[in-house]
């Protein structure tokens, strides 16, 4: 099975900050990647997917970048509302591993 | 708009079954895959199954594989996700996403989720 990793698993920024979330994956996963922000009580959203590209809908605030094993989630300028747990998922081979998140408190 | 919504879940006893559904509206519900993933409380996602948009293919997690059986009928627009020999860990959120997937490519995402439906196994 392909192993996510993500850094930080918790972090605290102010509004206005940039932040990143990194996510590192055990093999090659051929940018096969995509990135969630879950909110206490909610389903997991869409943000980023196939590592940089962004979904429909969402704020240009979030960002996606990497390649090979190594990817980035950016949020900047940081806002209230993106206090949020975030995950990334790769999806380049079953089962569909997700990372263990990173918690982003204002 | 998409929605998806889950039911079926509630408490059962250690070694019981159930049966999770989803029922899809607001997108053409036969051509798309479904997933199961699930949150234990406080935990993060676990990704579980996924049957294709004719139901052919199914793939599953080493943890639930041989437990868990995940289906579709495509007249009601419902996936289903048959639990069986249920354990305490089995204890959580369980979420249906829908999948898309980028044409000719193998680029997929989980674009649209369900709400969840909480599984509780306690005796």
């Known amino acids: 099975d392909i192993r996510l990793t993500q850094s930080p698993s918790f972090m605290s920024a102010s509004v206005g900050d940039r932040v990143t979330i990194t996510c590192r994956a055990s093999q090659g996963i051929n940018n096969n990647l995509a990135w969630y922000q879950q909110k206490p009580g909610k389903a997991p959203k869409l943000l980023i997917y196939?590592?940089?590209t962004l979904q429909s809908g969402v704020s240009s605030r979030f960002s996606g970048s990497g390649s090979g094993t190594e990817f980035t989630l950016s949020i900047s300028p940081l806002q209230a509302e993106d206090v949020a747990t975030y995950y990334c998922?790769?999806?380049?081979?079953?089962?569909?591993?997700f990372g263990p998140g990173t918690k982003v408190e204002i | 708009q998409v929605q998806l919504v889950e039911s079926g879940g509630g408490l059962v006893q250690p070694g019981r079954s159930l049966r999770l559904s989803c029922t899809g509206s607001g997108f053409m519900f036969r051509k798309y895959g479904i997933n199961w993933v699930r949150q234990a409380p406080g935990k993060g996602l676990q990704w579980l199954a996924v049957v294709s948009f004719d139901g052919e293919t199914q793939y599953y997690a080493d943890s639930v594989k041989g437990r868990f059986t995940i289906s579709r009928d495509n007249s009601k627009n419902t996936v289903y996700l048959q639990m069986s020999r249920l354990r305490p860990e089995d204890t959580a959120v369980y979420y249906c996403?829908?999948?898309?997937?980028?044409?000719?490519?193998?680029?997929?995402?989980?674009?649209?989720w369900g709400q969840g439906t909480l599984v509780t196994v306690s005796s």
């Open positions: 196939v590592a940089t």
């Open positions: 998922q790769q999806l380049e081979k079953y089962p569909r591993t």
């Open positions: 996403a829908k999948e898309d997937v980028i044409l000719n490519t193998n680029f997929y995402y989980f674009d649209h």
